[in-house]
């Protein structure tokens, strides 16, 4: 048999509205370590692997596509409760955490309007290209913020420029979170940067589509700065959610030596967009 020797997971969304099993043949789904932000190796029905993440290499995320509103996954038998990320083809986030191998259902609400979808990041590699996360955003979804809670701290590299990340989309990489450090742990919420004296400055940490801002000059002109959201009015490619490390290593390391571990949190609001 393709995966002898392995743990199968076979979890059904339910809609408590209707009592019924949710429908979606293109949604998508992660799979973590449980309680920490570490994608496991997960096997299909046929016995292919599902190549998560290698977080050595600094590649694109993947995530795997449920079947009829059914996540069906193998995992190594050792494996007893994992953390699920689950985005719907509609736009619903649900994040399963501390699931265990008997949990075979899950009631879910997709009539709700407000979301927040969780994405694991693992970084281990010296790179500064743009890596896709796994997901997508889909048409109706209004981002309304984006934080980050910092598990393992940037590390690994004498430049201060390589612990910074930002978050954004294909096109627009500095979309939601602009060159953030991370070098301790916690919680990160960008705000709006001003100078000792009160001015609002040209480095901001809030990305570029959920801030507009104009820069202060003076007493008489400190500038100003409003949070502003970001709606995804369609869903094309460049929807992908990305991360980008601003720089790569500036000293020889060795593979896996770089670390950086965190939670993402997209907070967003779902329109009933036809």
């Known amino acids: 048999m393709a995966?002898?020797?392995?743990?199968?997971?076979?979890?059904?969304?339910?809609?408590?509205?209707?009592?019924?099993?949710?429908?979606?043949?293109?949604?998508?789904?992660?799979?973590?370590?449980?309680?920490?932000?570490?994608r496991i190796q997960i096997n299909t029905a046929a016995g292919a692997d599902v190549i998560q993440q290698n977080a050595n290499l600094g590649g694109d995320i993947a995530s795997a596509t449920m079947t009829d509103g059914t996540l069906h996954f193998w995992t190594a038998r050792t494996v007893s409760a994992v953390d699920i990320s689950i985005l719907t083809a509609g736009g619903r986030a649900y994040f399963l955490d501390g699931t265990t191998q008997s949990q075979h259902r899950v009631d879910v609400d997709p009539h709700q309007q407000d979301y927040v979808l969780v994405v694991a990041i693992d970084d281990k590699a010296s790179a500064s290209n743009v890596r896709k996360l796994g997901f997508q955003l889909k048409k109706g979804m209004v981002i309304n913020d984006v934080l980050v809670n910092v598990t393992a701290v940037l590390t690994g590299s004498s430049a201060i420029s390589n612990n910074n990340w930002s978050l954004g989309r294909s096109g627009a990489t500095q979309a939601f979170m602009r060159r953030q450090a991370f070098t301790t742990t916690g919680m990160k919420f960008p705000s709006i940067n001003q100078s000792t004296t009160g001015l609002i400055t040209a480095l901001q940490f809030r990305g570029s589509e959920l801030l507009a801002f104009e820069t202060g000059v003076g007493v008489t002109a400190q500038g100003w700065a409003a949070r502003i959201p970001y709606v995804a009015v369609t869903a094309v490619a460049s929807n992908n959610l990305t991360l980008r490390r601003t720089s790569t290593a500036t000293v020889t390391v060795t593979i896996g030596v770089l670390s950086g571990a965190a939670y993402v949190y997209y907070a967003y609001t779902l329109l009933p967009m036809p």
Do not use: M
Not at 24 to 34: C, H, R, S
């Open 3 to 38: 995966n002898e020797g392995k743990r199968e997971w076979h979890i059904k969304l339910i809609d408590t509205r209707t009592k019924k099993f949710i429908n979606d043949d293109t949604g998508v789904f992660q799979v973590y370590t449980a309680g920490t932000p570490t």
